[in-house]
């Protein structure tokens, strides 16, 4: 069984996943850029040099 990822800068369950230039980390609902609450849950996108994505 696959253990859920946990935000990086609490103890919360992580939303999804952010790379903002050179910072990434999983991140919960309350740490997660506006960008990555804006996408559906499973959806990805690239910025330039930002990946985010949403998990399902």
Same mark, same amino acid.
């Given at each position: 069984?696959?253990?859920?990822?946990?935000?990086?800068?609490?103890?919360?369950?992580?939303?999804?996943?952010?790379?903002? &230039?050179?910072?990434?980390?999983? =991140? #919960?609902?309350?740490?997660?850029?506006?960008?990555?609450?804006?996408?559906?849950?499973? &959806?990805?996108?690239?910025?330039? =040099? #930002?990946?985010?994505?949403?998990?399902?």
């Amino acid at each position: 069984m696959a253990e859920r990822a946990k935000c990086e800068y609490c103890v919360k369950d992580a939303i999804g996943f952010q790379s903002i &230039e050179s910072d990434f980390a999983y =991140v #919960c609902q309350d740490h997660a850029d506006r960008l990555l609450l804006a996408l559906k849950p499973g &959806e990805k996108t690239i910025y330039g =040099v #930002c990946v985010l994505e949403r998990f399902s």
